[in-house]
């Protein structure tokens, strides 16, 4: 049997992060790492840093906002960008689908929503139903697909700080919860719940909340999620919240999960 890991992190601006990816990466080899909010138009992405470091680089941006990509060890069957429903906005930077030998691997960045009131929680409200039905139509239960990203949502109070206060906000309110679930209810396992039930583990912590790293206030809003197939090749799926802690950090930490194909 081969052991895979696969790691999601939202960089929160990839070139401004890439000290913290060398050592991030030196500790921890992984396989596949599903990057979001890269922050750079595609002219501009540090492509010649993950060639050096043994990855394929699939990558799709814009300045200063959004941008994911996937570096893989993988050699790539097939890959899209964005949704292939026909309806606008196309997200192409939001979403990148790839295709290996041994699973489909779906990045998302999911809107943050801004505000209950605003009209991108409306869109990102639509984002998770535009997913859900991509996920009737193209794929079964049955097939290897792992989604990972960024989500935006905690989606139970046990994944949020102080949840009392958090019910009106775009991460938590009960109308993105409801749709998430309900997206995640087509047929998905959350690894990071499988083997982990503690509350308190975060994986985002608010640059603009004074000391909220060291006082754990935080969020648990970047996902690994599976089919039961694959769960059932899952031996560990973790935070680490090591870099966190490092110099100039993004405000996210990566999640990662281990497979034993």
Not at 12 to 27: A, F, G, P, T
Not at 70 to 84: D, S
Not at 101 to 109: A, H, I, V
Request: hydrophobic share 40%; with cysteine; charged share 25%.
């Amino acid at each position: 049997m081969k052991s895979i890991q696969i790691a999601t992190f939202n960089v929160n601006s990839i070139r401004s992060r890439l000290r913290v990816l060398e050592q991030w990466l030196h500790k921890n080899p992984v396989d596949l790492l599903a990057l979001q909010e890269t922050k750079v138009i595609d002219d501009l992405f540090p492509v010649d840093f993950f060639y050096d470091h043994g990855f394929q680089i699939i990558y799709r941006g814009e300045k200063a906002y959004n941008g994911v990509a996937v570096a893989t060890r993988f050699e790539p069957i097939k890959i899209y960008f964005g949704f292939q429903d026909g309806e606008d906005p196309l997200a192409d930077t939001r979403l990148i689908l790839i295709q290996t030998s041994q699973f489909f691997l779906l990045n998302s960045y999911i809107p943050q929503g801004k505000s209950i009131d605003h009209l991108d929680y409306q869109y990102k409200i639509r984002f998770f139903q535009r997913i859900h039905n991509w996920l009737k139509k193209d794929f079964t239960s049955q097939d290897p697909l792992i989604w990972v990203g960024d989500m935006n949502v905690a989606p139970t109070a046990i994944d949020v700080a102080n949840p009392e206060e958090k019910k009106n906000h775009v991460c938590f309110h009960e109308d993105v919860r409801n749709i998430y679930h309900n997206t995640v209810n087509w047929g998905l396992i959350d690894l990071f719940r499988q083997f982990n039930s503690q509350p308190g583990q975060y994986s985002f912590w608010d640059y603009r909340e004074r000391n909220s790293f060291r006082l754990n206030i935080g969020w648990r809003l970047d996902h690994i999620l599976c089919t039961p197939s694959l769960s059932k090749l899952a031996v560990d799926c973790y935070i680490d919240k090591e870099p966190r802690g490092w110099e100039k950090p993004s405000d996210h930490t990566p999640v990662v999960a281990r497979f034993q194909f």
